[in-house]
């Protein structure tokens, strides 16, 4: 690709209690691409299974399953101290303009689940 383009879309969590029970809730919908302490706190890295889609697509997966949790998991999940969804897209050169929509409905689910939206650009390589 030319322009600048999604790459994907992760979920961050971090939290002084362990977040197992939430990975072990979202099971094979995600990919876990981190599960452990790092500085003192319990972290866990996800992206969506097998979905290559738009950001608002994936952010609204993510959403299903986390709105999904049972009782004692959601109560892990709003007592995390970081939730965020990370967009991550890769820069380009040129002058080409570059769009990406979140719809209301989707940013609406994400401040209902207490998360926040990153959006990370990463430049082109060499």
Known sequence: MNGPHHINTDLELES???LTPIVAAF???????????????????FEVSGLVADPDALLNHFCMIAEALSA???AVWDRCSKKVFDIGYQCATGTT????QLRARTVQRVAALGASVVITMY???S
């Open 97 to 100: 303009a570059f769009q990406s």
């Open 123 to 125: 430049p082109q390589s």
């Open 72 to 74: 004692p998991e959601r």
């Open 27 to 45: 099971g094979t919908d995600v990919v876990v691409l981190f599960h452990g302490e790092a500085m003192g706190h319990r972290r866990a890295s």
């Open 16 to 18: 002084l209690e362990d």
